[in-house]
């Protein structure tokens, strides 16, 4: 199974971040999915998982700006964080959760900075 | 939200040296929930430890973990140059899935 962000690099102030994750080798209909992100320099923080049935569970910390959707006939899942901040600029990974305890694989990650 | 704190922040060793890096969980994690991953400059983490003490496939030997309760740690023995790099020590067994903030494994 091979994991792959995408989406923009590059996001203004008090917009919407949204990135895509899209998932090879295996399908998205079991498990649950992840997105970990990690500021520059610093370490890394679980933003939340979907499972395919659409099941979701996020962060407190982020939960009233984060949604996480699915799309099993894309073999994809999807991030959205609203009222982004210079504070959201970070690598963002999508992983995949096994044996219900541990992040394996992830993705390469992909940088979003937050600047106007 | 279970805070996991690990220590050193920074360790310097030599190849061949044996690393020990520890991470304390603020409450008792399940030993089935503790894992620990390697990150290398511009790379993803990588999965080296699940539940504990087993090793991801693919893992040498050399790195070992051990732990209960509330400590865990995390063993090198004999330290090959791919692996400085920082580590860090995760829990899954209670939301917010938390991280600990790292311990950088450094050339001495």
């Known amino acids: 199974v091979q994991l792959q962000e995408s989406g923009p690099g590059l996001v203004k102030p008090s917009e919407t971040l949204s990135l895509t994750c899209t998932v090879s080798g295996g399908s998205i209909s079991s498990f649950y999915w992840n997105w970990i992100r990690q500021p520059p320099g610093k370490g890394l923080e679980w933003i939340g998982y979907i499972y395919y049935t659409g099941t979701t569970n996020y962060n407190p910390s982020l939960k009233s700006r984060v949604t996480i959707s699915v799309d099993t006939s894309k073999n994809q899942f999807s991030l959205k964080l609203s009222s982004v901040t210079a504070a959201d600029t970070a690598v963002y990974y999508c992983a995949r959760e096994s044996g219900g305890a541990w992040f394996d694989p992830w993705g390469q990650g992909t940088l979003v900075t937050v600047s106007s | ?108």
């Open chain 2, 1 to 108: 939200e279970i805070v996991l704190t690990q220590s050193p922040g920074t360790l310097s060793l030599s190849p061949g040296e044996r690393a020990t890096l520890s991470c304390r969980a603020s409450q008792s994690v399940s030993s089935s929930y503790l894992a620990w991953y390697q990150q290398k400059p511009g790379q993803a983490p990588r999965l080296l430890i699940y539940g504990t003490s087993s090793r991801a496939t693919g893992i040498p030997d050399r790195f070992s973990g051990s732990g209960s309760g509330t400590d865990f740690t995390l063993t090198i023995t004999r330290l090959e140059p791919e692996d400085f790099a920082v580590y860090y020590c995760q829990q899954h067994g209670s939301s917010p899935y938390t991280f600990g903030q790292g311990t950088k494994l450094e050339i001495k």
